[in-house]
């Protein structure tokens, strides 16, 4: 994970407040502008998205803030506008030219950022000179989507410094956009989703082939979302994340469908001498997860814990098993998530996000967070001699103007 220590306050009201003392300390006056989009966990329904498959995540309450202000002194007679953004977690800034926006080298924050301003550029708005301040309570490279949180929270605050706002679809696809052409990521539309549509109480049943959201509520005071970060990322995630998609692309071509979506249990066993064993099991994975993920939000919708607990550890066998995008330690957090089981308060975990590091993803019985979070806490240091970083959400509202 990068500089952890610098992830800002959990709250959104501390998040503003420190963007809004950055901004003051970095510009020198107070930033007219505040806007915020929240990071993301996916409860179920890994590795689906890019297979027009089913999702089950929601809006948590850490945001990316963005405070912002004109800057009228950054349009110099020849240089056209320009923007300038300072990365309160990294602590480092960059100016950008406001007309055709080349890209930085792979891997630089700068182009999350760059890849909206250009976005924006392409549909004719005219932007005006600013300066922007951005600061995080969403752990970079968690698993956790501060990504799309960043490209959600640059675009919500276009849209109020134009005094406009584009279709709430058309901003979380032109953010998808950005994150591919820019930052070279071939991401599904659930990050950014997410951000723009999250809301406070449900959860988001995201059909990834039509796009529509259906709100699964998630409103008792009994089970509480816990996100354990692994604190560890091992730097594979980029690769294996672009050879499962081609595995998967390769599947669908042999069964000769459209996309995994189209493919049943039984349609695939008929076929898995075809497929071979690797790609049979990639398949597997990913028509079971959407079952798995359908029957979720049944019984999340029914209050059913235990079928939504073990629908979840199930998720994580298949990413283990046949996905191959777990790890030690996210096996290991896991592993001990299943040892604490439903009586002392688990009802059931896996990782979240495409693997490899990141996070797990628990649901848990309220009244017994604290000692879960103990028994979590003090398993993994003494296994993996890392002492994981814990909180407790609920899902968040989306991406908005605090302040315009
Ligand atoms: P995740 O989206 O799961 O957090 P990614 O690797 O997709 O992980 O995105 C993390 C990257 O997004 C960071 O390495 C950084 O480039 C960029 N980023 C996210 N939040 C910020 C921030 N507050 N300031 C600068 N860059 C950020
Ligand atoms: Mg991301």
Not at 35 to 59: C, K, Q, W
Not at 76 to 95: C, E, I, P, Q
Not at 378 to 403: D, E, M, N, Q, W
Request: charged share 20%.
């Amino acid at each position: 994970m990068t500089n952890p220590q610098n992830v800002a306050s959990s709250t959104l009201e501390a998040c503003a407040r420190q963007a809004d003392q950055h901004f003051v300390e970095t510009f020198g006056c107070k930033p007219r502008w505040l806007v915020a989009s929240p990071g993301r966990v996916n409860l179920i329904g890994e590795h689906t998205d890019y297979n027009e498959g089913f999702v089950l995540p929601m809006a948590i309450d850490r945001y990316v803030v963005v405070a912002a202000d004109i800057n009228t002194e950054l349009s110099g007679k020849n240089s056209g506008k320009s923007a300038v953004f300072h990365s309160a977690n990294l602590g480092g800034s960059f100016r950008v030219s406001l007309g055709k926006i080349k890209k930085s080298v792979p891997g630089n924050w700068t182009n999350y950022v760059k890849g909206v301003l250009a976005g924006f550029l392409e549909r004719e708005f005219s932007l005006p000179s600013f300066n922007a301040v951005i600061q995080s309570s969403v752990p970079l490279g968690g698993g956790l989507s501060s990504s799309a949180a960043l490209e959600v929270s640059v675009a919500t605050l276009l849209e109020a410094l134009l005094d406009t706002s584009i279709l709430p679809k058309e901003k979380a696809l032109l953010c998808q956009q950005a994150e591919h052409q820019f930052a070279g990521v071939p991401c599904g539309i659930m990050d950014q989703f997410s951000s723009v549509f999250g809301q406070e109480d449900a959860l988001m049943l995201i059909d990834c082939r039509s796009q529509e959201i259906k709100p699964i509520a998630f409103t008792s005071p009994d089970v509480t979302i816990l996100i354990t970060n692994s604190s560890v990322d091992h730097e594979l995630a980029g690769s294996e994340y672009r050879e499962r998609r081609q595995q998967c692309e390769a599947a669908a071509k042999s069964l000769g469908v459209p996309s995994l979506r189209d493919v049943t249990l039984a349609g695939l066993e008929k076929s898995s001498t075809e497929l071979g064993d690797t790609i049979n099991r990639r398949a597997r994975h990913v028509i079971s997860e959407n079952i798995r993920t359908l029957h979720a939000a049944d019984a999340i919708c029914a209050e059913d814990w235990n079928t939504a607990g073990e629908l979840m550890f199930a998720s994580h066998d298949s990413l283990r098993d046949d996905y191959e995008v777990s790890c030690q330690e996210l096996d290991l957090l896991v592993d001990i998530a299943r040892e604490i089981g439903v009586e002392g308060g688990v009802y059931g975990s896996r990782m979240t996000g495409g693997g490899f590091g990141g996070c797990t993803v628990s649901l848990v019985k309220t009244d017994s967070l604290a000692s879960v979070k103990q028994t979590l806490s003090s398993r993994y240091l003494k296994s993996a001699g890392i002492a994981p970083r814990l909180f407790a959400t609920r899902p968040a509202r989306g991406a908005h103007v605090i302040r315009a």
